[in-house]
């Protein structure tokens, strides 16, 4: 997909603050520190759009973006580790879960996953909350770059085994060597329409 616009909408925390729900929607969700900035800054070709940082659980907001007049790119608080106090953590799961049941333009969640970690009963139990909701799910492992080549097919069947899925369902995504842009559009749009 070829980005011409994309601008930040609002930040939200409660359905009342949600924008209009009047364009397709993809949400960005991941533990805290996976490269969810870096992947969906990388999609939209900018910097710094969305802000980036090594201290996990720096996005503690559901923050609304939107592409191209036609596409809203919703980012999602990482959860797991991050530097916060237990209290703000505590909301978040509960944030996340009224944003992902209760939103109608939903089209689906990319989850993103650091190829490096196996995933956990957290991602796994992730994906089939979000399927009993029948919200479909991109799976993305990022961070490729920091492994050889032959330590990334390695993980990728570990990552795949792990989450009970085929390897070919899991898409290899490195913002930095810029591989696996094309592979996360082209899913986007098949849930879309776009």
Same mark, same amino acid.
């Given at each position: ?50 802000? $980036?940082? #090594? ?5 503690? *907001? =559901? ?10 790119? /919703? %980012? ?25 049941? $209760?939103? #109608? ?5 990319? *989850? =993103? ?10 991602? /796994? %139990? ?69």
């Amino acid at each position: 997909m070829i980005i011409k616009s994309v601008e930040f909408v609002k930040s939200a925390v409660n359905p009342s603050q949600y924008p209009m729900d009047n364009l397709p929607e993809i949400a960005f969700a991941g533990r805290s520190n996976v490269g969810k900035s870096s992947l969906i800054n990388s999609l939209v070709n900018r910097k710094n759009l969305v802000k $980036t940082s #090594s201290t996990p659980g720096r996005t503690q *907001l =559901i923050n609304f973006f939107m592409a191209n007049g036609k596409l809203s790119l /919703v %980012d999602l608080p990482g959860y797991g580790y991050a530097k916060v106090p237990e209290s703000v953590r505590k909301e978040w799961g509960p944030m996340i879960e009224r944003y992902l049941s $209760t939103r #109608s333009s939903l089209r689906g969640v990319v *989850l =993103i996953m650091d190829i490096r970690r196996i995933p956990t009963e957290v991602e /796994v %139990d992730f994906i089939h909350w979000l399927g009993q909701f029948h919200i479909r799910c991109i799976l993305v492992l990022t961070k490729t770059d920091k492994l050889s080549k032959m330590k990334q097919i390695k993980q990728y069947h570990l990552a795949a085994k792990g989450l009970g899925v085929e390897p070919a369902e899991l898409i290899l995504f490195s913002a930095k060597a810029r591989t696996g842009k094309d592979a996360v559009w082209n899913a986007i749009k098949r849930l879309t329409d776009l």
